[in-house]
Protein backbone atom coordinates (compact mmCIF):
# COMPACT_ATOMS: atom_id res chain seq x y z
CA UNK A 1 0.00 0.00 0.00
CA UNK A 2 1.63 3.30 -0.92
CA UNK A 3 2.73 5.60 1.92
CA UNK A 4 -0.34 7.81 1.58
CA UNK A 5 -2.70 5.58 1.46
CA UNK A 6 -1.30 3.88 4.77
CA UNK A 7 -1.84 6.84 6.59
CA UNK A 8 -5.23 7.88 5.58
CA UNK A 9 -5.71 4.38 7.20
CA UNK A 10 -4.15 5.03 10.27
CA UNK A 11 -5.66 8.37 10.72
CA UNK A 12 -8.72 6.72 12.45
CA UNK A 13 -7.11 3.96 14.12
CA UNK A 14 -4.39 6.09 15.68
CA UNK A 15 -6.41 9.63 16.31
CA UNK A 16 -5.75 8.56 20.03
CA UNK A 17 -1.84 8.99 19.46
CA UNK A 18 -1.67 12.13 20.76
CA UNK A 19 -4.63 11.71 23.69
CA UNK A 20 -4.33 10.11 26.81
CA UNK A 21 -5.36 6.26 27.04
CA UNK A 22 -4.91 3.57 29.20
CA UNK A 23 -2.16 0.89 28.50
CA UNK A 24 -2.39 -1.39 31.14
CA UNK A 25 -5.39 -3.32 30.66
CA UNK A 26 -4.44 -5.73 28.05
CA UNK A 27 -4.54 -9.35 29.39
CA UNK A 28 -1.08 -10.72 29.39
CA UNK A 29 0.31 -13.96 28.92
CA UNK A 30 4.04 -15.67 30.12
CA UNK A 31 6.46 -18.32 28.83
CA UNK A 32 9.44 -19.72 30.25
CA UNK A 33 12.73 -19.18 28.17
CA UNK A 34 16.38 -19.69 29.87
CA UNK A 35 15.15 -20.08 33.30
CA UNK A 36 12.93 -17.31 33.45
CA UNK A 37 9.39 -15.94 32.78
CA UNK A 38 8.55 -13.43 30.33
CA UNK A 39 5.11 -11.45 29.78
CA UNK A 40 4.10 -10.57 26.75
CA UNK A 41 1.14 -9.50 24.75
CA UNK A 42 -0.03 -10.46 21.42
CA UNK A 43 -2.93 -9.66 19.34
CA UNK A 44 -3.83 -10.65 15.62
CA UNK A 45 -3.06 -13.38 13.08
CA UNK A 46 -0.63 -13.40 9.96
CA UNK A 47 3.30 -12.68 10.15
CA UNK A 48 4.47 -12.59 13.31
CA UNK A 49 5.89 -8.69 14.52
CA UNK A 50 8.25 -9.14 17.68
CA UNK A 51 7.83 -5.48 19.21
CA UNK A 52 11.02 -5.59 21.58
CA UNK A 53 10.81 -2.57 24.39
CA UNK A 54 13.46 0.01 24.58
CA UNK A 55 15.72 0.17 28.10
CA UNK A 56 13.59 1.28 30.94
CA UNK A 57 11.00 -0.01 29.54
CA UNK A 58 8.72 -3.00 28.53
CA UNK A 59 6.06 -4.20 26.78
CA UNK A 60 3.71 -1.39 27.40
CA UNK A 61 5.37 1.24 25.37
CA UNK A 62 3.95 -0.31 22.08
CA UNK A 63 0.29 -0.50 23.25
CA UNK A 64 -0.23 2.44 20.99
CA UNK A 65 0.73 0.08 18.07
CA UNK A 66 -0.94 -3.08 18.65
CA UNK A 67 -4.43 -2.34 17.25
CA UNK A 68 -3.29 -1.34 13.43
CA UNK A 69 -0.36 -3.98 13.50
CA UNK A 70 -2.99 -7.00 14.64
CA UNK A 71 -5.07 -5.92 11.78
CA UNK A 72 -2.98 -7.47 9.53
CA UNK A 73 0.20 -9.42 11.15
CA UNK A 74 0.19 -11.25 14.43
CA UNK A 75 1.14 -8.16 17.24
CA UNK A 76 3.54 -9.50 19.84
CA UNK A 77 5.12 -7.39 22.36
CA UNK A 78 7.22 -8.73 25.29
CA UNK A 79 9.02 -7.70 28.63
CA UNK A 80 12.69 -8.69 28.75
CA UNK A 81 14.32 -9.63 31.59
CA UNK A 82 14.64 -7.60 34.52
CA UNK A 83 12.64 -4.97 33.10
CA UNK A 84 8.54 -4.38 33.77
CA UNK A 85 7.47 -4.76 37.16
CA UNK A 86 7.67 -8.02 38.47
CA UNK A 87 10.53 -9.60 41.18
CA UNK A 88 14.07 -10.05 39.25
CA UNK A 89 15.22 -13.47 39.26
CA UNK A 90 18.60 -12.88 40.63
CA UNK A 91 20.92 -9.43 41.83
CA UNK A 92 20.68 -8.08 38.15
CA UNK A 93 23.89 -10.15 37.70
CA UNK A 94 23.07 -11.32 34.19
CA UNK A 95 22.01 -8.02 33.18
CA UNK A 96 23.41 -7.71 29.70
CA UNK A 97 22.71 -7.48 25.76
CA UNK A 98 23.95 -10.82 25.61
CA UNK A 99 21.11 -12.40 28.20
CA UNK A 100 18.86 -10.45 26.44
CA UNK A 101 19.51 -11.47 23.14
CA UNK A 102 19.66 -14.91 24.21
CA UNK A 103 16.09 -14.64 25.73
CA UNK A 104 14.44 -13.08 22.81
CA UNK A 105 15.95 -16.00 20.48
CA UNK A 106 14.57 -18.29 22.63
CA UNK A 107 11.47 -16.09 23.18
CA UNK A 108 10.77 -17.22 19.36
CA UNK A 109 11.95 -20.69 19.45
CA UNK A 110 9.14 -20.92 22.38
CA UNK A 111 6.50 -19.24 20.74
CA UNK A 112 7.27 -21.24 17.40
CA UNK A 113 7.53 -18.20 15.46
CA UNK A 114 10.43 -18.41 13.38
CA UNK A 115 11.10 -16.38 11.51
CA UNK A 116 9.99 -13.68 12.99
CA UNK A 117 9.72 -9.82 12.16
CA UNK A 118 11.37 -7.54 14.70
CA UNK A 119 11.00 -3.98 15.88
CA UNK A 120 13.02 -1.81 17.61
CA UNK A 121 13.98 0.94 19.21
CA UNK A 122 17.00 2.40 20.93
CA UNK A 123 18.69 -0.33 23.32
CA UNK A 124 16.82 -2.58 21.63
CA UNK A 125 18.36 -2.41 18.30
CA UNK A 126 21.52 -4.02 19.38
CA UNK A 127 19.56 -6.71 21.30
CA UNK A 128 17.90 -7.63 17.63
CA UNK A 129 20.80 -7.41 16.08
CA UNK A 130 22.67 -10.05 17.87
CA UNK A 131 19.86 -12.22 17.37
CA UNK A 132 20.24 -11.84 13.53
CA UNK A 133 23.94 -11.71 13.74
CA UNK A 134 24.35 -15.10 16.12
CA UNK A 135 20.46 -16.99 14.70
CA UNK A 136 19.71 -15.50 11.12
CA UNK A 137 16.96 -17.86 10.78
CA UNK A 138 14.95 -16.70 13.29
CA UNK A 139 14.87 -13.12 11.87
CA UNK A 140 13.23 -12.14 8.65
CA UNK A 141 13.31 -8.39 9.16
CA UNK A 142 14.12 -5.75 11.34
CA UNK A 143 12.84 -2.01 11.91
CA UNK A 144 14.60 -0.01 13.56
CA UNK A 145 14.13 3.39 15.22
CA UNK A 146 17.40 5.15 16.14
CA UNK A 147 19.37 1.76 17.32
CA UNK A 148 21.94 1.83 19.93
CA UNK A 149 25.15 0.48 18.94
CA UNK A 150 27.68 2.09 20.47
CA UNK A 151 30.45 0.28 19.13
CA UNK A 152 29.47 1.77 15.57
CA UNK A 153 31.09 5.05 16.82
CA UNK A 154 34.22 3.70 16.91
CA UNK A 155 33.90 3.26 13.22
CA UNK A 156 33.56 7.26 12.24
CA UNK A 157 35.83 10.27 12.05
CA UNK A 158 38.11 11.34 14.69
CA UNK A 159 35.77 14.98 14.83
CA UNK A 160 32.13 12.37 14.41
CA UNK A 161 33.41 11.12 17.68
CA UNK A 162 34.81 14.05 19.26
CA UNK A 163 31.63 16.02 18.68
CA UNK A 164 29.54 12.77 19.73
CA UNK A 165 31.64 12.67 23.17
CA UNK A 166 31.09 17.00 24.08
CA UNK A 167 27.41 16.01 22.91
CA UNK A 168 27.46 12.99 25.51
CA UNK A 169 27.86 16.01 28.65
CA UNK A 170 23.99 16.23 28.46
CA UNK A 171 23.52 13.16 30.49
CA UNK A 172 25.97 14.22 33.16
CA UNK A 173 22.69 15.41 35.35
CA UNK A 174 21.44 11.84 34.93
CA UNK A 175 24.44 10.44 35.77
CA UNK A 176 24.89 12.57 38.82
CA UNK A 177 21.50 11.15 40.23
CA UNK A 178 22.77 8.07 39.38
CA UNK A 179 25.89 8.35 41.91
CA UNK A 180 23.93 10.34 43.98
CA UNK A 181 21.80 6.64 44.48
CA UNK A 182 18.61 8.41 42.93
CA UNK A 183 17.21 5.89 40.67
CA UNK A 184 14.38 7.87 39.76
CA UNK A 185 16.03 11.55 39.25
CA UNK A 186 18.19 9.65 37.33
CA UNK A 187 15.74 8.41 34.81
CA UNK A 188 13.77 11.88 34.80
CA UNK A 189 17.41 13.51 34.04
CA UNK A 190 18.20 10.45 31.30
CA UNK A 191 14.57 10.93 29.31
CA UNK A 192 15.19 14.63 29.68
CA UNK A 193 18.69 13.97 27.42
CA UNK A 194 17.76 11.97 25.20
CA UNK A 195 14.66 13.80 23.89
CA UNK A 196 16.47 16.78 23.85
CA UNK A 197 13.94 18.59 26.33
CA UNK A 198 14.76 21.29 29.18
CA UNK A 199 15.14 20.51 33.24
CA UNK A 200 11.64 19.49 33.97
CA UNK A 201 10.38 18.46 30.59
CA UNK A 202 9.95 14.63 31.60
CA UNK A 203 6.89 16.00 33.57
CA UNK A 204 5.44 17.17 30.28
CA UNK A 205 5.49 13.49 28.60
CA UNK A 206 2.50 11.33 28.36
CA UNK A 207 1.61 10.24 31.35
CA UNK A 208 1.61 6.44 30.33
CA UNK A 209 5.25 6.56 29.53
CA UNK A 210 6.31 8.19 32.84
CA UNK A 211 4.54 5.46 34.52
CA UNK A 212 6.26 3.22 32.55
CA UNK A 213 9.98 4.74 32.60
CA UNK A 214 9.18 5.16 37.16
CA UNK A 215 8.54 1.42 36.77
CA UNK A 216 11.67 0.48 34.98
CA UNK A 217 14.13 3.12 36.43
CA UNK A 218 15.47 0.39 39.01
CA UNK A 219 17.29 -0.93 35.70
CA UNK A 220 19.53 2.09 35.03
CA UNK A 221 22.65 1.52 37.49
CA UNK A 222 22.87 -2.17 35.84
CA UNK A 223 22.08 -0.78 32.28
CA UNK A 224 24.50 2.06 32.71
CA UNK A 225 27.36 0.00 33.54
CA UNK A 226 27.25 -2.69 31.40
CA UNK A 227 29.02 -2.79 27.88
CA UNK A 228 27.29 -4.86 24.89
CA UNK A 229 29.19 -7.03 22.97
CA UNK A 230 31.07 -5.19 19.51
CA UNK A 231 29.29 -4.64 16.36
CA UNK A 232 31.24 -4.09 13.17
CA UNK A 233 30.09 -2.64 10.39
CA UNK A 234 31.98 -5.85 9.11
CA UNK A 235 29.44 -7.76 11.18
CA UNK A 236 26.75 -5.84 9.63
CA UNK A 237 27.55 -6.28 5.75
CA UNK A 238 26.95 -10.21 6.48
CA UNK A 239 22.83 -9.31 7.34
CA UNK A 240 20.85 -10.64 4.50
CA UNK A 241 17.29 -9.82 6.41
CA UNK A 242 15.45 -6.92 4.78
CA UNK A 243 15.72 -3.80 7.45
CA UNK A 244 14.22 -0.52 7.51
CA UNK A 245 16.12 2.00 9.85
CA UNK A 246 14.62 4.96 10.70
CA UNK A 247 15.42 8.22 12.39
CA UNK A 248 14.27 11.84 13.71
CA UNK A 249 14.40 14.39 11.97
CA UNK A 250 16.15 16.15 14.88
CA UNK A 251 17.99 13.45 15.80
CA UNK A 252 20.78 14.09 17.60
CA UNK A 253 24.94 13.06 16.49
CA UNK A 254 24.95 9.72 18.58
CA UNK A 255 21.94 8.26 16.97
CA UNK A 256 22.11 10.05 13.44
CA UNK A 257 25.95 8.48 12.88
CA UNK A 258 24.30 4.97 14.16
CA UNK A 259 21.29 4.57 11.79
CA UNK A 260 23.57 6.41 8.79
CA UNK A 261 26.64 3.85 9.62
CA UNK A 262 23.93 0.91 10.02
CA UNK A 263 22.08 1.97 6.14
CA UNK A 264 25.43 2.04 5.00
CA UNK A 265 26.77 -1.18 6.34
CA UNK A 266 23.96 -3.37 5.56
CA UNK A 267 23.10 -4.13 2.37
CA UNK A 268 19.61 -4.64 3.03
CA UNK A 269 18.98 -1.73 4.61
CA UNK A 270 17.13 0.93 3.98
CA UNK A 271 17.41 4.74 5.98
CA UNK A 272 14.34 6.65 6.65
CA UNK A 273 13.52 10.02 8.37
CA UNK A 274 10.46 11.27 10.02
CA UNK A 275 9.57 14.56 10.23
CA UNK A 276 9.32 16.87 13.58
CA UNK A 277 10.97 14.54 16.32
CA UNK A 278 14.15 13.45 17.69
CA UNK A 279 14.62 9.86 19.88
CA UNK A 280 11.14 10.45 21.17
CA UNK A 281 9.18 9.26 17.40
CA UNK A 282 7.91 6.43 18.78
CA UNK A 283 6.10 8.23 21.46
CA UNK A 284 5.39 11.61 19.07
CA UNK A 285 5.04 10.21 16.22
CA UNK A 286 3.23 7.04 16.63
CA UNK A 287 1.28 7.29 13.53
CA UNK A 288 4.05 7.89 10.94
CA UNK A 289 5.70 5.15 12.89
CA UNK A 290 3.47 2.64 12.24
CA UNK A 291 3.07 3.41 8.28
CA UNK A 292 6.50 2.73 7.98
CA UNK A 293 6.33 -0.48 9.68
CA UNK A 294 3.25 -1.56 7.76
CA UNK A 295 4.98 -0.42 4.56
CA UNK A 296 7.87 -2.21 5.10
CA UNK A 297 6.25 -5.29 6.15
CA UNK A 298 3.98 -4.90 2.88
CA UNK A 299 7.12 -4.79 0.57
CA UNK A 300 8.83 -7.41 2.58
Given at each position: ?????T?????????L?????????????S?????????Y??E??????V????????HR??E???E???R??R????????F???????D?E??S???H???L??????????P???????????????????H??L??????????????V??L???R??A????G?????S?A?????????AT??????????S?????????Y?R?????N???V??GVS???????????????????????????????S??????????????????????DG??????????????F????
Open positions: MPRSLMLALSSILAAGQPFTVFAQQTSVEVNGVTLTVEGEGSPVFVPAAIADIWPYRAIAEHFIAYTQRYGTEPWPDGQFSETAADAAFIRALGIGAYLVTWSYSGQVASQVALEPEVRGMVHYEPSVPSLAESEAQAIAEEKKYDRMALVAGDAEQRRFIEAAFQRPGGFDQEPEMTIWLDARTPAMTPPAITCEDLATLEQPTLILKGEHSDLFFEIADTMAQCQPQAELQVIPGVNHPVHAVEPFTAAILDLAEH
